[in-house]
């Protein structure tokens, strides 16, 4: 039997971040990027069933054996009769691989990993055609163009054909939050960072789409079609010209999968990005464009689900636009504990927290463990340090809407299908911490809070909810971090800055994943997708994401001499590559098991 699922098309806005390293060794870089780092972004997701050209015609809507669309029932997906929950991965590059027999190649190593959901990026905007590599839409000079060469959306459908030939559900999002440019706006502390576009001696100077923020994005809308010079991100949200020409390409994506396939959609939602946000942002601003999107496609595409990519933060005390009318709860999954879910609120966040903080506390005093803090996430990164941030009645930009998101509003939405929400703890803040532990310990369980609320949330609405990326940098690939709304890499090895051990050691990265994914499964969410796929032996090819080496980059994309998929600090290489897949593998088993034909 040939293939056994459709697609899973998601369109998606990226990321949001805050980079919360703290900073005794630098308190200068802290500042530039907590001030530069405020926005997140996220996605509106479309699920999507099989590629229309390589599947036998039938009618849309229709369902058949072996190409069933995903659907949703009671807080579940559905596909083909059972329920889906899935471990998968990230890999928004794969379109930009310079071969048929790479994809071919890097989605049957997924595959072999037992993952059958796969997260990329449907979108790859253009302001000028590049000499070589993919592009999928130019915007320049008021118009748009769509390439539908074979370095254009014949690409995206390779994707599609051969994650179908896998077995592999995608997660397509339609455009990002980030698209750094940062000689034009990025000074926004007066300190001009030098960008991509500058190639020497800054770590920066990554060939295109390198970076999953060098796709091209809101940000590229807003500068082609925007009011000029004082262009606001979220012009992208409201201005109709920006979100007929969005909705346009949302059209083109979603039509060309729409048969057997996927399509859709995306956007990443947030108030500001590289670009600063304007006054008159806010969460309904952004809860509004993703109701306008989700309507679009709907009235193209019924088959397909769709998302949000939102980063999932929450705002207790903000005004809905779709405020919650109670739905009737599921009865519990057998063997899964019964729990009215509540709505949050801040007094409710606050109760938690003060009830754990007195656990740990009481704890402590037991076994009274040695003063001084221990270091495990950087030396900078002291508990001293830590402490001193501690302020239990603020929980911080996760839960007040200061990023314009309210991920309890998008969830709500009519026509929404699926809740996502993401986890990337060296560049958000997920509430206080609890002076009494250890940096990394509060990492780990700001974390499972994190994904406790989430599951939460998708019961509150009955509707699924998936952790669309999770990450943490280790000391070992510190040096190619480069933060979601940055070019630089701030702890590359050209940088000019003392390296510092930055991030937690491999070990660690593996036992929070391992918490992680016991508490998603645990929690009852749908999907829980790992920040990112590595994919060595790949072909090269100059000035794309896989180039060949260049000299003096601390961040070439190399091992060996071969072609490596990019690191943006999330990507694993070796042998701490074959432990977290063993990790997603079994995790992806487990989960596999809570299906129960019905
Ligand atoms: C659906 O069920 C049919 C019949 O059992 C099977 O042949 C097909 O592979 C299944 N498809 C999926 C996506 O599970
Ligand atoms: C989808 O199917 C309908 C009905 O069979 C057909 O008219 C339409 O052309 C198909 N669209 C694509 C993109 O194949
Ligand atoms: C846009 O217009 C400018 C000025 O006429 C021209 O130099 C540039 O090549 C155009 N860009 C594209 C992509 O056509
Ligand atoms: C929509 O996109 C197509 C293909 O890129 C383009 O030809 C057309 O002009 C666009 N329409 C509008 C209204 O921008
Ligand atoms: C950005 O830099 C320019 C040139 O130095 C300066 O005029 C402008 O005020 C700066 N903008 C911000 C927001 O700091
Ligand atoms: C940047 O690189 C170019 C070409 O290699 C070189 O000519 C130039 O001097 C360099 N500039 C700096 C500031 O290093
Ligand atoms: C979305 O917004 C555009 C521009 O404001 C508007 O023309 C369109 O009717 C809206 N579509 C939906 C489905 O609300
Ligand atoms: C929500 O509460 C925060 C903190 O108390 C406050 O700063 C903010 O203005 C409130 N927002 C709304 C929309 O009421
Ligand atoms: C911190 O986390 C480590 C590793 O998960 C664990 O062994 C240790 O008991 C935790 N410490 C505290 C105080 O919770
Ligand atoms: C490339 O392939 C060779 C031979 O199969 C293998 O030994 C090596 O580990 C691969 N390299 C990477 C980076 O995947
Ligand atoms: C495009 O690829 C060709 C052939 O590899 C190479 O010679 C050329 O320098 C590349 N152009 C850019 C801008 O990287
Ligand atoms: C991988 O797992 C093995 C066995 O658990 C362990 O000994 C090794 O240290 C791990 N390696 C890395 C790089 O995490």
């Known amino acids: 039997m040939r293939v056994r699922w459709g697609i899973l098309v998601a369109v998606y806005i990226l990321h949001g971040i805050h980079f919360s390293p703290s900073d005794a060794l630098f308190p ?66 794969l379109a930009a691989l310079n071969s048929d027999d790479d994809i071919d190649f890097t989605l049957g190593n997924m595959s072999a990993k037992g993952i059958r959901v796969v997260r990329t990026w449907a979108f790859n905007d253009v302001e000028t ?17 769509v390439n539908e060469g074979s370095n254009g959306l014949q690409k995206l459908d390779t994707v599609v054909r051969l994650a179908e030939k896998h077995g592999i559900l995608l997660h397509l999002s339609l455009t990002n939050n980030w698209n750094p440019r940062p000689l034009l706006e990025n000074n926004v502390t007066g300190i001009i960072i030098e960008g991509r576009d500058v190639t020497n001696g800054t770590g920066n100077n990554l060939p295109r789409n390198t970076l999953s923020n060098d796709y091209g ?21 409201t201005n109709p010209v920006i979100i007929s020409k969005f909705l346009n ?49 709907k009235s193209i595409d019924k088959n397909h689900l769709v998302a949000s990519g ?28 019964s729990n009215m879910v509540k709505p949050l609120t801040m007094r409710k966040l606050f109760d938690d927290r003060k009830l754990a ?13 040695p003063t001084g803090g221990i270091r495990i996430r950087g030396r900078w990164m002291s508990t001293e340090t830590r402490r001193q941030s501690f302020d239990m009645q603020n929980m911080g930009p996760a839960f007040d809407g200061s990023q314009g ?68 940098v280790t000391q070992n690939n510190s040096q190619s971090f480069v933060p979601f709304n940055s070019s630089l890499a701030p702890f590359g090895a050209d940088t000019g800055t003392t390296q510092a051990p930055f991030g937690v050691t491999d070990q660690q990265r593996d036992d929070a994943y391992t918490q992680w994914l016991q508490a998603g499964l645990e929690g009852g969410l749908q999907g829980m997708l790992q920040y990112q796929w590595s994919q060595g032996n790949l072909t090269t090819q100059v000035g794309t994401a896989i180039s060949p080496p260049v000299a003096g980059t601390g961040v070439s994309p190399d091992i060996a001499g071969t072609g490596v998929s990019p690191d943006d600090g ?29």
Request: net charge neutral; proline share 6%; glycine share 8%.
């Open 28 to 93: 200068h870089l802290t500042m530039l990027l907590n001030s530069l780092w405020q926005v997140v972004a996220s996605a509106l997701l479309v699920t999507a069933a099989t590629p229309t050209k390589t599947v036998t015609k039938r009618a849309t809507g229709a369902s058949d054996a072996a190409h069933p669309f995903v659907t949703v029932k009671d807080g579940q997906f559905i596909v083909n009769g059972s329920t889906l929950n899935f471990v998968g991965t990230n890999a928004y590059w």
């Open 129 to 145: 055609i590049p000499e070589n590599g993919t592009w999928f839409q130019l915007i320049a000079n008021g118009t748009t163009t």
């Open 217 to 237: 994005g809101m940000d590229v809308y807003v500068r082609q079609f925007g009011s000029g010079n004082l262009s606001s991100h979220d012009e992208f949200y």
């Open 249 to 297: 390409y949302t059209t083109q994506i979603v039509s060309r999968y729409a048969n057997n396939t996927s399509v859709e959609i995306a956007n990443d939602p947030r108030c500001n990005s590289s670009m600063k946000a304007s006054p008159n942002c806010n969460t309904m601003t952004v809860t509004r464009f993703h109701q306008n999107v989700t309507d679009h496609i």
């Open 310 to 337: 939102n980063q999932g933060f929450f705002c207790t005390n903000c005004t809905k636009i779709f405020p919650r009318v109670p739905p009737p709860q599921t009865s519990p999954r057998p063997g899964r504990r």
């Open 357 to 369: 903080f007195k656990k740990s506390r009481a704890l402590r005093q037991k076994t009274n463990p």
């Open 405 to 472: 998101v309210d991920s309890e509003d998008i969830i709500n939405i009519p026509g929404l299908d699926f809740g996502t929400f993401q986890l990337f703890p060296d560049q958000n803040s997920y509430g206080p911490d609890d002076p009494n532990l250890p940096a990394f310990n509060n990492t780990v369980n700001q974390g499972l809070a994190w994904i406790q609320l989430h599951a939460s949330l998708g019961k509150l609405f009955n509707k699924p909810i998936i952790l669309n990326g999770f990450g943490l």
């Open 570 to 598: 999330y990507a694993i290489q070796g042998q701490a590559f074959d432990n977290v897949t063993g990790i997603i593998q079994s995790f992806s088993q487990d989960f596999g098991r809570d299906d129960s034909s019905s």
